[in-house]
């Protein structure tokens, strides 16, 4: 409760700050030591956790496979990337739940089907197909590249 009290008082003094993206164009950049350690990417959470624990390790790993499928990181808005991370946190749960029902162990049901449902309306969102980068050359790179010797 300690830490959801001082979110809370985070979150209050924050009302009247300005929203960045370091992705965004439209925003005027800041000195690094004037932004969050959140939104240099320092820190995972703002508060609570020091990133390096089993349930931090996947959701990074999460968070990772679904940009990666989402067609990268330059490919995508401030809100997608958000999306991205709040699925991680849904699918951790569920995990954690499926691991539970593995040993036995009685779960709300209820619970693990609103959790579902609420990932697959954030992956409908992002869009659940893979999309992927092409990588393919422009003729002029193919060209130059078959006229050197190997």
Known sequence: ML???SFRAICQGMENAEILSPHSASVTPRLATVRSKVTNGRRV???????????TRRWKDIVELHVADAGGRELMSEAMLSLCRRAA??????E????CMSEGDDVDIEIYGRIASHLRRILETLG??????NITPDLRSYLAGKDRPA
Do not use: H, N, P
């Not at 959470?45 to 349930?55: K, Q, S």
């Not at 946190?89 to 569920?94: A, C, N």
């Not at 659940?128 to 980068?133: C, G, M, N, P």
């Open 45 to 55: 959470f703002a508060v609570g956790g020091d990133g390096r624990g089993a349930w």
């Open 89 to 94: 946190t849904l699918e951790i749960q569920l």
């Open 3 to 5: 830490a959801f009290c």
């Open 128 to 133: 659940v197909e893979r999309k992927s980068k």
């Open 96 to 99: 954690q739940l499926e691991c």
